[in-house]
C-alpha cells in the first residue's frame, strides 16, 4: 500500500499544490524512456502540480522536476521531467506518474512561450514563478532541498 503526502507552495504570486502517492517501490524505463511498474501491478507514484494566480491565461506555466540537486533549478538537461502546461481560468493542473522519491519542483509562468524566465536589466524575474514548499525567494532560488516533497 501507499500513503498520500500533500504540500501547499506559494511563490511569486503563485499556489502550488502537490500530491504524492508513496509506495516502497522503486521503477525503471522502458526503452523508449517512459518509466515502468518496477512490480507488475504495482503502480508508480501520482504527482499532481495545480498552480493558480497567474496574471492571465496568455502562454504556458513551465515546468521542471528535479531528482537531484544536480543542475537546479535551472538546467533543464538535468530534469526528471521538464515542460509546458496550460493555462485555464488563471490556472493549471498537471499530473505525472514518476517512481517514489524526493523530487523538487519550479514552475514559471511563460508568457511570451520562450521557454525561459524572462528578466529585466538587473536579473530580476518580468514573469511569475514559483517553487515547492512555500520558500522565500529574496536573490536566489531556494536550494533543492528547501523546495522538495516525497
Not at 507514484?45 to 535551472?74: M, Y
Not at 530534469?79 to 519542483?105: S, W
Amino acid at each position: 500500500m501507499g500513503r498520500w503526502t500533500g504540500h501547499s507552495i506559494r511563490f511569486g504570486g503563485f499556489v502550488l499544490v502537490t500530491a504524492i502517492l508513496t509506495l516502497a517501490a522503486s521503477a525503471q524505463r522502458d526503452p523508449t524512456g517512459q518509466y515502468v511498474d518496477a512490480v507488475p501491478g504495482k503502480p508508480l507514484c501520482q504527482l499532481r502540480i495545480h498552480v493558480t494566480g497567474f496574471r492571465n491565461d496568455k502562454g504556458k506555466a513551465g515546468g521542471v522536476i528535479f531528482a537531484s540537486p544536480a543542475g537546479w533549478p535551472e538546467d533543464r538537461s538535468k530534469t526528471v521531467v521538464h515542460g509546458g502546461f496550460d493555462i485555464h481560468n488563471r490556472q493549471a493542473i498537471e499530473e505525472f506518474e514518476l517512481p517514489p522519491g524526493k523530487y523538487a519542483m519550479a514552475v514559471i509562468h511563460d508568457e511570451n512561450q520562450n521557454k525561459k524566465l524572462d528578466r529585466n536589466f538587473l536579473g530580476i524575474p518580468k514573469e511569475g514563478f514559483g517553487f515547492a514548499n512555500n520558500q522565500r525567494v529574496l536573490l536566489s532560488a531556494p536550494s533543492f532541498q528547501a523546495a522538495s516533497t516525497e
